[in-house]
């Protein structure tokens, strides 16, 4: 396809993610007016910052007066699964992908974009991706504004009905390769299963869910590399 028909198609398969991005975006712009930050703020936060955990962490040190030292040391935790998936995207990228564009491309890793992504076939053509960023960035930036603006008005049980708008949608992303693959269908399971069980040990269950997630990934896909390896394509 040429540079224009993957970006109209990235844009299509990019809808329903900034349909869901809007949804939960909404829900955390009603926790940045409770830290006392503008629409101008929420819009410019979420626009530079693709990360809802990220920006909630954010937002809470805000709220707590805290430093930028800690700023700094909260997003990071919560935020450093992105530096996994950055280097899984960045093989699906072909050798002669400039470096502009896999600046750009690291700027909008989110885990939806990296599902529909890592999930195209061959090397990911730059500009499907940017499809997906120009559907999905500025529903999430939006939204966050009209949290902070509406969120005092509509009733808090619509609101969590919009925050699990985005786990429906991503479901959607990871079933179709699951019922393709066994053992692909394995390693969500267990990783639904893990999960679970990290949330009620209490030792593990202290951790930020940020760290427990990379910590499963490691483990996870780590053990299915080892005893399942893919066969590399020419």
């Given at each position: 396809?040429?540079?224009?028909?993957?970006?109209?198609?990235?844009?299509?398969?990019?809808?329903?993610?900034g349909l869901g991005y809007?949804?939960?975006?909404?829900?955390?712009?009603?926790?940045?007016?409770?830290?006392?930050?503008?629409?101008?703020?929420?819009?410019?936060?979420?626009?530079?910052?693709?990360?809802?955990?990220?920006?909630?962490?954010?937002?809470?040190?805000?709220?707590?007066?805290?430093?930028?030292?800690?700023?700094?040391?909260?997003?990071?935790?919560?935020?450093?699964?992105?530096?996994?998936?950055?280097?899984?995207?960045?093989?699906?990228?072909?050798?002669?992908?400039?470096?502009?564009?896999?600046?750009?491309?690291?700027?909008?890793?989110?885990?939806?974009?990296?599902?529909?992504?890592?999930?195209?076939?061959?090397?990911?053509?730059?500009?499907?991706?940017?499809?997906?960023?120009?559907?999905?960035?500025?529903?999430?930036?939006?939204?966050?504004?009209?949290?902070?603006?509406?969120?005092?008005?509509?009733?808090?049980?619509?609101?969590?009905?919009?925050?699990?708008?985005?786990?429906?949608?991503?479901?959607?992303?990871?079933?179709?390769?699951?019922?393709?693959?066994?053992?692909?269908?394995?390693?969500?399971?267990?990783?639904?299963?893990?999960?679970y069980v990290c949330t009620?040990?209490?030792?593990?269950?202290?951790?930020?869910?940020?760290?427990?997630?990379?910590?499963?990934?490691?483990?996870?896909?780590?053990?299915?590399?080892?005893?399942?390896?893919?066969?590399?394509?020419?």
């Amino acid at each position: 396809m040429t540079k224009k028909q993957e970006f109209i198609t990235g844009f299509k398969d990019g809808i329903p993610i900034g349909l869901g991005y809007f949804a939960v975006s909404f829900a955390l712009g009603i926790a940045m007016k409770n830290a006392g930050l503008t629409w101008i703020d929420g819009f410019f936060m979420s626009l530079l910052n693709l990360a809802s955990a990220g920006e909630y962490a954010g937002t809470q040190v805000i709220l707590a007066s805290g430093s930028y030292l800690q700023m700094i040391l909260m997003t990071a935790i919560a935020n450093a699964r992105y530096m996994l998936m950055s280097c899984s995207l960045s093989q699906k990228l072909s050798t002669e992908t400039p470096t502009k564009h896999r600046l750009l491309i690291g700027y909008a890793i989110t885990d939806e974009l990296f599902g529909i992504a890592i999930n195209r076939k061959g090397y990911l053509e730059p500009f499907y991706f940017y499809g997906g960023m120009a559907a999905s960035v500025l529903p999430w930036a939006v939204g966050t504004s009209c949290g902070i603006v509406m969120g005092n008005i509509l009733p808090s049980a619509l609101v969590s009905a919009l925050s699990v708008a985005l786990y429906g949608m991503f479901l959607a992303i990871i079933i179709p390769p699951a019922k393709k693959n066994k053992v692909v269908l394995v390693l969500v399971i267990l990783s639904f299963l893990a999960s679970y069980v990290c949330t009620i040990i209490p030792i593990l269950s202290s951790i930020s869910s940020g760290t427990r997630i990379i910590i499963l990934t490691i483990l996870l896909a780590g053990s299915a590399a080892f005893l399942k390896p893919i066969k590399e394509e020419a």
